[in-house]
């Protein structure tokens, strides 16, 4: 018994003294790896797109909402009383100067005149008799033959008769002129609006309308400037034309162009704004009074602005920044001010200088002292 206890101890510290080595062995590995520094992998440099920096001369604009109105709108009357007989071009149609657009039955009017063109035939009969008659007289007259008050009646007969003639031809001139009147005729070119006076309708003289006609080549386009903007339009409209560009909602790209050509005597005391009005080339004829545009002035130009795309901007708390590519290709974030913009493009009054290279892309995944690999657009 006793010699089984000693063998089983003996066999146990053998045991713990292996395991003790093994150990120690396992340091000796771990510790020689664990040691050892391990290397730090080299920065991937990210590829981003840069563009320079460029000094250009930028124009300067002024943009204001703005409503279109049309140069002249009137309501289409008739001068003369009767029936519409006949409207010549539907509701709507663009028409040129000069186009018939009514006509009102013109029998009445042309009975008148074939009236007034026989008075003048009459009339004029009696004016020959009466000159005749004047001529005879004259030469009894002289040979003692004819009263001197018979003389002075057949004078004043002929008189009457041409007075007579002056007043046929007036009553003509009023007969045509009434029948003129019942042709219905575009003063200017334009547009139709909606018929209010269908055919058969009887129609007065300064009654109800017949129909609306609306110039639209060329149309205004009436804004409010700021008080503050109007020296600056001033200046420039002594300085020569100040072009106008209109857009509409939704263009990037002005389609219809003109010039200032109004600015009213006064401010508005109550809202601090002065109206002003361009007019604007509208041959295609896509604006209509009462459109809600944006109008855009040219005042001026700046010279030599250094430019950038408005892409390459980034915002923080502090204001607006662009990356730039410094020495070593690493990034450098440049706090900037900016100017008035141009498309794409904007102008940077402090921050850059020219020829650096700005990032344009990537933007979210680098940050300042990033390593980049930059490619020139």
């Known amino acids: 018994m006793r010699n089984w206890k000693i063998a089983v101890a003996a066999t146990t510290v053998a045991v713990i003294v292996i395991g003790f080595a093994v150990l120690r062995r396992g340091d000796t590995l771990i510790g020689g790896t664990a040691g050892a520094a391990a290397p730090n992998p080299a920065p991937v440099a990210m590829p981003v797109p840069v563009i320079k920096i ?43 100067e000069g186009d018939l657009l009514y006509t009102i039955d013109p029998r009445d009017f042309q009975a008148a005149l074939d009236l007034a ?19 005879r007289g004259s030469t009894l007259a002289k040979s003692g033959y004819l009263a001197k008050d018979s003389f002075d009646q057949r004078t004043s007969a002929a008189g009457q008769a041409e007075a007579a003639i002056v007043m046929d031809q007036a009553a003509v001139r009023t007969a045509e002129l009434n029948l003129s009147y019942t042709q219905i ?10 018929n209010q006076a269908p055919i058969g309708a009887l129609i007065s003289v300064a009654g109800a309308a017949l129909n609306t006609l609306v110039q639209l080549d060329p149309i205004y386009v009436t804004f409010n400037a700021s008080e503050t903007d109007l020296a600056e339009i001033q200046r420039a409209r002594a300085a020569g034309k100040v072009a106008a560009d209109i857009l509409l909602p939704g263009e990037t790209q002005a389609r219809h162009k003109g010039e200032l050509t109004f600015i009213d005597n006064a401010v508005d005391r109550s809202t601090g704004t002065i109206v002003a009005r361009a007019t604007i080339g509208n041959a295609d004829l896509s604006l209509l009074p009462g459109q809600y545009v944006r ?7 700046e010279p030599d602005a250094l430019m950038v795309p408005q892409t390459a901007l980034g915002s923080n708390q502090l204001g607006k920044y662009v990356y730039v590519v410094g020495e070593g290709n690493k990034v450098d974030q440049r706090p900037v001010s900016l100017g008035p913009s141009d498309g794409d493009l904007v102008a940077v009054l402090k921050g850059v200088s020219e020829g650096e290279r700005v990032i344009n892309g990537n933007l979210q995944k680098i940050g300042p002292g990033a390593l980049v690999k930059p490619s020139l657009q």
């Open 117 to 135: 063109k026989a008075q003048v035939q009459r009339d004029t009969a009696a004016l020959v008799y009466a000159h005749s008659n004047l001529e």
């Open 54 to 96: 460029v000094r250009k001369t930028m124009p300067i604009y002024l943009d204001y909402s703005a409503r279109t109105e049309s140069i002249r709108n009137i309501s289409l009357q008739a001068k003369v009383s009767g029936y519409i007989q006949q409207q010549h071009i539907p509701d709507g149609t663009d028409v040129k």
């Open 185 to 194: 005729r575009a003063p200017f070119a334009g547009r139709l609006g909606r």
């Open 295 to 301: 109008i855009r002035l040219a005042i001026r130009t």
